[in-house]
Structures are given as structure tokens and as C-alpha cells.
């Protein structure tokens, strides 16, 4: 008869607790994994897959019980860890949907707004495609992939029950958010200053003609030239974003490192 001691099962759990803790937290935070509109079961065994295939290569275990002081503490770092990976990834897809929400407001479309499941509000027309389009491309470079590999080298950078990273690590992490708005502003601003233009000739216009009705005439105007550049510079944006997108994988290793 086979028997097994509660030293021998809370090595067991401890195995898996802990890794899963932080690949959870990924799952949870990440763009694409973290997406709401995907059911909880399905992310919880996206995590549970993960968890398997990645705890044999996760290193030494801290021999430590989940369910204890020290454990606890474990646990809570795998959860920090795993979140501010997530959060270096979802500032990419944070930045396209700040640029689709300048070009829409310059468009006169601010006012229409869709759901939104991956951030589970409304959100712009334009930000949503935006949004859809950087999924796709994410997809076709195997971002997924990608991430999924980098979570599998973080265990061997920081392996467990070694620490949290340090105060530079932290910076680096607030830096890139802070990138935010410049990398939105740099993906929107072909469409955003062909629209500054075309405002400013309509201002002009006005006042060159007062009868003139600069709601009837500009509102189609600037909605058919924001579509028609929004066209025009889309494949342009692939160079940008395959950048944005090997820079969040470079700075959700790079908080790793710093100690």
C-alpha cells in the first residue's frame, strides 16, 4: 500500500503552487490572455497547462509550506512578478488604443464608442479596430509564443524563493508606461496632423466665407480624409509596432535582471 506523508504533500503542492502563482498572474494581466471577453475557465486552464509544462523547468523549490508565513510571502512575490511581466506587455496595446482615441478625436468619432472585452468598458470605434488589428499582428509575429517563452526563462532568471527585483527594476517598469503616450502620439500623428491641416483650411474657410456652415461642410470632410489617410498609413504601422511589441518582451526580461 502506497503511502504519503504531509511532508511529502506539501513538497507536492509546493512544487506547482508556487509557479502557478506567477504564471496566474501573467495569464490575468498579459494582452491576448488577459483578454475578458475570454471565460475565466478557459483562462484558468490556460494557466493549469502552463503551470505543468513549465514547473519541471522552474528550478529548486523553497522548501517551505504554501500555506505558511514564509510561503505566503512566496507566493505573494510569484504574484508581483508574474503581474508587472503582464504590465510590461499590455503597455504596447495600451499605446494603440491611446493613438486610436487621438485619431478618432480628431475625426469627430470620439462620441462613438464600442464595447470593449479587454478592458471591459467602452471604448472609441477607431481604438477598438486599432486594438483588433495589433491582436492580429501580435498573433502573426507569435507574440503568444513569445510570451510564453519569456515566462519560461523568468524562472531561470529569478528563479523562486529568491526575491523580488529591485528599486531599478521598478523604474524601468514606470519608464516604459511613461512611453505610453509618446508611442500612441508617434502611432497617430500622420493622421492626427493631416487632420490638424484640414482644420486649420476649414478655420480659413470660415472665416473667409462667414455663410458658410463649417459643421455641414467639415464633419464628412474630415471623417472621409481621417478614413482615407487611416488606410493609407495602416501598413506602415507594421515597422512601429513589431518595435513596440520587442520592446515589451525586452522590458518584462529586463525587470529580471535589475536587482
Do not use: C
Not at 526563462?153 to 529569478?158: D, E, P, T
Request: hydrophobic share 60%.
Amino acid at each position: 500500500m502506497i503511502s504519503i506523508t504531509s511532508a511529502q504533500l506539501t513538497t507536492f503542492l509546493a512544487y506547482f503552487v508556487f509557479p502557478m502563482a506567477r504564471i496566474l498572474a501573467l495569464v490575468s494581466t498579459a494582452p491576448v490572455f488577459g483578454n475578458r471577453g475570454i471565460p475565466r475557465r478557459i483562462r484558468l486552464g490556460l494557466g493549469l497547462a502552463l503551470t505543468m509544462a513549465i514547473a519541471p523547468l522552474a528550478g529548486p523549490i523553497p522548501d517551505v509550506s504554501p500555506s505558511s508565513y514564509e510561503g505566503l510571502l512566496v507566493l505573494i512575490e510569484q504574484i508581483v512578478i508574474g503581474t508587472a511581466m503582464g504590465l510590461a506587455m499590455r503597455v504596447v496595446f495600451a499605446a494603440v488604443d491611446a493613438a486610436g482615441e487621438l485619431i478618432g478625436l480628431q475625426m469627430g468619432l470620439g462620441f462613438a464608442s464600442f464595447f470593449d472585452p479587454q478592458q471591459g468598458n467602452n471604448a472609441p470605434v477607431i481604438s477598438r479596430f486599432m486594438v483588433l488589428l495589433a491582436v492580429l499582428f501580435f498573433l502573426a509575429l507569435n507574440g503568444h509564443l513569445l510570451m510564453i517563452s519569456t515566462l519560461a526563462q523568468s524562472f531561470a532568471i529569478l528563479p523562486i524563493g529568491t526575491g523580488l527585483f529591485g528599486p531599478h527594476a521598478a523604474y524601468s517598469l514606470v519608464s516604459w508606461g511613461g512611453q505610453l503616450f509618446a508611442a500612441g502620439l508617434t502611432l497617430a500623428l500622420p493622421v492626427v496632423a493631416a487632420l490638424l491641416i484640414t482644420n486649420l483650411a476649414l478655420g480659413v474657410l470660415t472665416r473667409a466665407a462667414p455663410q458658410l456652415n463649417v459643421f455641414a461642410v467639415g464633419f464628412p470632410i474630415t471623417l472621409l480624409l481621417g478614413f482615407f489617410m487611416l488606410a493609407l498609413v495602416l501598413p506602415y504601422m507594421t515597422g512601429p509596432l513589431e518595435k513596440l511589441l520587442t520592446s515589451g518582451v525586452a522590458v518584462s526580461l529586463e525587470i529580471l535582471l535589475k536587482r
